[in-house]
């Protein structure tokens, strides 16, 4: 089989973590130089990236199993400090934690609590709320449990079913992580069903911008490899964008994963990475690849 010996290689930027992810990560750092003593765990994943994770547990900062009740995943466990995930948390969580002897220590992304900022105005204001998100996410769940009854989560606008609210200007929120052209479908989607349905502007400006470089370079290449771990959202997304414009796609989590021979039958090639893909991990990658392109 013959391959091509010179790619041209496109690097999607900005690449490394996004701001949410790096605050993240920083807090849980100082957190343990501050208290090099004390015990320090995670309650599940701190971002969707199993690299990041290796490297808190090599500071011996160790992650919790989410899907265990969390006061029978306390009890056994010296009292220390409990991280909660960039993605969110509700406050009930946070009120049993401190319950429960732990130092709460909370790694929302600030654009994540911007949103919940926001929610909790227009719901004080008795407006009601369409949160499209996917579902079971961290993020969906935080946003869902500050108010149960009146903040409605939207799937998939073909399933949902019409709700009957009172209020005649409810607000549209979106998951941070979502592909705002999505976002924006659903909610010219729902519109047609809530006549005053306003849309509340929350997306992550970091996600929203690789999303939409990479939508902008993918008429120029034959094939896009998107560099993430496969428990994330936003590498999923950026998955389905190339397949929705019907191009190869290659998912990896290290240039390990990546079969060079199947790349080298493309002459131009994307590279893109996941907002809570390590630099290095992408930069291995860049380097490896442009031995074979400029």
């Known amino acids: 089989m013959c391959y091509n010996t010179f790619m041209k290689i496109t690097v999607i930027k900005p690449y490394g973590f996004c701001n949410g992810v790096v605050y993240a990560i920083n807090l849980a750092i100082k957190t343990r130089v501050s208290n090099p003593q004390t015990p320090i765990y995670v309650w599940g994943p701190l971002v969707h990236n199993h690299l990041v994770i290796e490297q808190l547990t090599r500071n011996n900062i160790i992650t919790l199993d989410q899907s265990t009740p969390l ?3 306390l009890k056994p466990l010296d009292k220390g400090f409990l991280i909660t995930s960039a993605h969110g948390v509700s406050e009930d969580i946070s009120k049993k934690i401190k319950m429960l002897g732990f130092k709460h220590v909370d790694a929302t992304c600030p654009l994540i ?4 900022i926001q929610i909790k105005k227009e719901l004080a204001d008795n407006h009601e709320i369409l949160f499209y998100g996917q579902k079971n996410h961290a993020e969906c769940l935080a946003v869902l449990s ?4 009146h903040i409605h989560p939207i799937y998939d606008y073909q399933k949902s079913t019409k709700l009957l609210l009172k209020d005649k200007s409810p607000a549209y929120f979106a ?3 979502m592909i705002l052209n999505d976002s ?3 909610y010219h989607s729902l519109k047609q069903d809530y006549d ?7 997306n992550c ?13 993918l008429p120029t290449v034959d094939a896009v490899i998107v560099v993430g771990d496969k428990t994330s959202n936003n590498a999923e997304n950026l998955i389905s964008i190339v397949k929705k414009h019907n191009k190869t796609a290659f ?3 290290t240039i390990k994963d990546l079969n060079i021979e199947s790349v080298l039958k493309y002459e131009k090639v994307a590279l893109v990475s996941a907002a809570s893909t390590p630099n290095d991990i992408f930069e291995d990658v860049i380097k490896t690849l442009s031995k074979f392109g400029d």
């Not at 609590?113 to 919940?116: I, L, R, S, T």
């Not at 500050?146 to 009854?149: A, F, L, P, T």
């Not at 996600?207 to 470089?213: D, F």
């Open 71 to 73: 006061k029978e995943l």
């Open 113 to 116: 609590k911007k949103m919940h």
């Open 146 to 149: 500050i108010d149960s009854e």
């Open 175 to 177: 998951q941070t992580t």
């Open 184 to 186: 924006l479908n659903m």
């Open 196 to 202: 005053g349905l306003r849309f509340i502007a929350a």
């Open 205 to 217: 400006n970091a996600t929203s911008t690789i999303q939409n470089n990479l939508i902008t370079a």
């Open 251 to 253: 998912f990896i989590e």
